[in-house]
């Protein structure tokens, strides 16, 4: 099954212990695509400026990921740039310039309306819940938010929530959105705000998702659907950790839209190529280790994290 | 298998935000104690004060645990006095009184000679290392320590661990015994100074286990054993985090100890079993919920932390 993307496509630079590269090609919608791109067609909803060339076409074409939703806008494209030198795990933001993103209003290609998997990347809620609205068929739809709409715009992110299937978001935003800082009651009180599964990702220690009585995992009739955790590779080096959470979102949900059927099985194995797909995107700068990959390689980390995490 | 196990035994007044107990019977033995009971037969070496009284030692004695070592001394048990009101993961101390504690020097039963499994709870790794030395034929050999000992004890610290199979710390004590910041990196320093185990808990995200190549893990011949993760269980109130990871530790080696074989399949079950014990220590204060455990409830439990991360 096809899944369409709306998000940030846009120029990164960033400084870590490892060193510092600027203006990588990032942006959620493009660490998302590239890797759910292993797994299943995807296609991109962005804006980018007159700075977007042929090499950075070239790195979606490369993974046949349909672009044609991508529109070009006079000016420069989206710009971030952060580093993370005290700590692998938060980003310190030094700039953020919208550039063309200050005026998106995200259009749908026809050839697009037949995806049956929706992934809304964190951007304005507001722009999150017109792209849901244009794609009222959609099997399956998910997305990501941040603190920072989860402050300053709660209504218009409740109101975009209540279209939603799946949140993936971290600990702590988890908490802020439902106001506790017990996770298990975090995720009751986030849970009951729309989706039905709520992907919660803790960096170096994986994900854990949590279920409603109406979700995927219908395994044990008659009891709570119980949470599923998966663990991140422990890696000697962590080069960039920027994208990694779009990486396991990617990968998470495009495992999902290449199956069938979505029992709680293929969710599960859906988490563990999640944290899969995260693990390689921090290996190097930006989305250069994902630009790489083949599948032979990320279904060899599949089994490392099975060793990780089995008994038997 | 029986354990011999050294650490202390105590008196510990909690408040978190679950509310407040005063001096419940503590200590990281009394916590290590009865959690491996429920494996196997265990041996304690410790010193109380005129404080301890019939009502304590029924505590151990209920779970048939040998307190011929508890040493009585005149004066008052070792004391602590804690919170968790911000953070659960993190006691803040209020007050440490070692009373008897101060001149404790271990002294070994005849009867607990035969012991092939000693564990070194959390004291002063001079004392870890007298014990060790008393106990020249244990099999396994496990032990705790704590930021304390690693940064204004390091000599000491050092010498004991050269007697160490498996030492069990958390994250913040691993990097700083270690001096690195990287998980994976920091293992193979600690892995260098002793241990052939290392056991890294991680709170609320569980624990991962490091081994070096004369390691239980001879499973994969040839390769680098590859780490073990196991979860922790997401609860929905954590009522008193103390001793959680000496309950841990108990439950690892008591169910290590209760094996004929200490095979990688058997290390990795112990790490289940170590966060099971783990989550039913901190449902009630102090000691309360080991007390009234059952061996049922334990591999109830069990099951649910291997459909937590299983894929199958």
Redesign the interface.
């Known amino acids: 099954m096809a899944i369409t993307v709306v998000g940030s496509v846009a120029y990164d630079s960033i400084e870590t212990p490892a060193g510092r590269k600027d203006r990588c090609l990032g942006g959620a919608a493009t660490y998302f695509s590239l890797a759910a791109s292993f797994f299943t067609d995807v296609r991109v909803i962005a804006v980018v400026g007159e700075d977007f060339g042929p090499d950075q076409e070239a790195v979606f074409k490369a993974r046949k990921i349909d672009t044609r939703g991508i529109e070009r806008a006079p000016g420069k494209s989206f710009f971030w740039e952060g580093s993370y030198l005290d700590n692998l795990n938060e980003a310190k933001t030094h700039a953020t310039e919208l550039n063309v993103f200050a005026s998106f209003a995200p259009k749908i290609p026809e050839a697009y309306r037949d995806s049956e998997f929706l992934f809304l990347a964190n951007i304005d809620p507001v722009l999150q819940r017109q792209v849901r609205e244009q794609m009222p068929d959609a099997r399956l739809v998910a997305g990501d938010t941040m603190n920072y709409w989860i402050k300053d715009h709660r209504d218009a992110l409740l109101q975009m929530l209540k279209g939603l299937d799946v949140l993936l978001i971290n600990d702590t935003e988890a908490r802020m959105l439902a106001g506790n800082n017990?996770?298990?009651?975090a995720?009751r009180g986030v849970l009951a705000l729309g989706p039905h599964t709520l992907v919660v990702k803790?960096g170096?220690?994986?994900a854990?998702a949590?279920f409603s009585n109406d979700s995927f995992d219908t395994k044990r009739e008659g009891a709570p659907p119980?949470?599923?955790?998966a663990?991140a590779l422990?890696?000697?080096?962590?080069v960039d950790p920027t994208g990694a959470g779009d990486s396991f979102a990617g990968g998470f949900f495009g495992y999902l839209a290449s199956q069938r059927e979505l029992t709680p099985?293929a969710f599960?194995?859906a988490m563990?190529y999640g944290s899969t797909m995260g693990s390689f995107a921090v290996e190097r700068f930006g989305t250069e280790r994902l630009q790489q990959l083949t599948r032979q390689e990320i279904d060899d980390r599949f089994v490392?994290f099975?060793?990780?995490?089995?008994?038997?």
Chains 1, 2 share one sequence.
């Open positions: 017990n996770l298990v009651l995720a803790h170096e220690y994986g854990t949590f119980h949470p599923f955790r663990p422990p890696l000697e080096e962590v099985a599960r194995r563990f490392l099975r060793e990780l995490t089995h008994l038997d």
